[in-house]
T-cell receptor, first 114, second 113 residues
């Protein structure tokens, strides 16, 4: 059972380039999330989805777009990368079956924008 | 405006002693609190949680205490082991927006042998 899988694990971009981060989960979870982690800033929510075909903005959505075309996949896109988007990105998922249900995280994508 | 605050960026303790990690929150609508542990180059993993209707939850060496009147929770690790060295994040879930978790900035725990 793979859980939450993120690809790629590392990526270096030049300013202005675009890329897509892929998150896949095999736990049949309804909810999926994209977080970024920066030194001294903790985990900040970028976008999330409560079901296939739905997305919503989180705390820091600017410069990112997302899509949830299939229940098991959640894509995070950067249309024009900026150095401020250098960060570690984590995808997470969970079931909404009860209150306070825990998130399962992927192992992260280290992105550097030069 | 930070709703979940972990005011200690780091904590160092000796092996075998107690580690106490603290977390404060401002939102009265939070009704579930979770602690996550993160090792370098890995994703966070769930450690323990507590509902706002309880004041204590215990799981092995880990105990979380909740003081609702003070809007404060703490994670106790007894006894601390070198393998507990990691970053610990406090997180909270809002009654009105239960699909989202709000995280604190984390506390780096170092357990010295």
């Amino acid at each position: 059972n793979a859980g939450v899988t993120q690809t790629p694990k590392f990526r270096v971009l030049k300013t202005g380039q675009s890329m897509t981060l892929l998150c896949a989960q095999d736990m049949n979870h309804e909810y999926m999330y994209w977080y970024r982690q920066d030194p001294g800033m903790g985990l900040r929510l970028i976008h999330y989805s409560v079901g296939e075909g739905t997305t919503a903005k989180g705390e820091v959505p600017d410069g990112y777009n997302v899509s949830r075309l299939k229940k098991q996949n959640f894509l995070l896109g950067l249309e024009s990368a900026a150095p401020s988007q250098t960060s570690v990105y984590f995808c997470a998922s969970r079931t909404p079956t009860r209150r306070g249900e825990k998130l399962f995280f992927g192992s992260g994508t280290q992105l550097s924008v030069l | 405006d930070q709703q979940v605050k972990q005011n200690s960026p780091s904590l160092s303790v000796q092996e075998g002693r107690i580690s106490i990690l603290n977390c404060d929150y401002t939102n009265s609508m939070f009704d579930y609190f979770l602690w996550y542990k993160k090792y370098p180059a890995e994703g966070p993993t769930f450690l323990i949680s507590i509902s706002s209707i309880k004041d204590k939850n215990e799981d092995g060496r880990f105990t979380v205490f909740l003081n609702k009147s003070a809007k404060h929770l703490s994670l106790h690790i007894v006894p601390s082991q070198p393998g507990d060295s990691a970053v610990y994040f406090c997180a909270a879930s809002d009654k009105g927006g239960s699909e989202k978790l709000v995280f604190g900035k984390g506390t780096k725990l170092t357990v010295n042998p």
